[in-house]
Nanobody, 116 residues
Framework: QVQLVESGGGLVQPGGSLRLSCAASGSISNLISMGWYRQAPGKQRELVAAISSGGITRYGDSVKGRFAISRDNAKNMGYLQMNSLKPEDTAIYYC??????????WGQGTQVTVSE
């Protein structure tokens, strides 16, 4: 079971960009999917984006057209490029991975704050 470590969060102004990274402790090539979720204070965790082993992507409605998910199997890395950030994107962002046994692993999260 891989372990996941997120990085790249921080403070950014509205309209800015950030790139989150998710480093896996082992091979990700056999993972069914990798994904990014977020949780804002007082709200439930929600899907931001996910990518299958075959490269099929899906996005939450609120981020479509602004965010892009990718994975690099050779480097055992996942990424989330976030553009045109809005204050409502402020949340803790979590990386996730689903293995062949449909077991989900979570990272510890990285804070993203969008504010003037």
């Amino acid at each position: 079971q891989v372990q996941l470590v997120e990085s790249g969060g921080g403070l950014v102004q509205p309209g800015g960009s950030l790139r989150l990274s998710c480093a896996a402790s082992g091979s990700i090539s056999n993972l069914i999917s990798m994904g990014w979720y977020r949780q804002a204070p007082g709200k439930q965790r929600e899907l931001v984006a996910a990518i299958s082993s075959g490269g099929i992507t899906r996005y939450g409605d609120s981020v479509k057209g602004r965010f892009a998910i990718s994975r690099d199997n050779a480097k055992n890395m996942g990424y989330l490029q976030m553009n045109s950030l809005k204050p409502e994107d402020t949340a803790i962002y979590y990386c996730s991975a689903v293995n062949g046994n449909f077991r989900t692993t979570w990272g510890q999260g990285t804070q993203v704050t969008v504010s003037e």
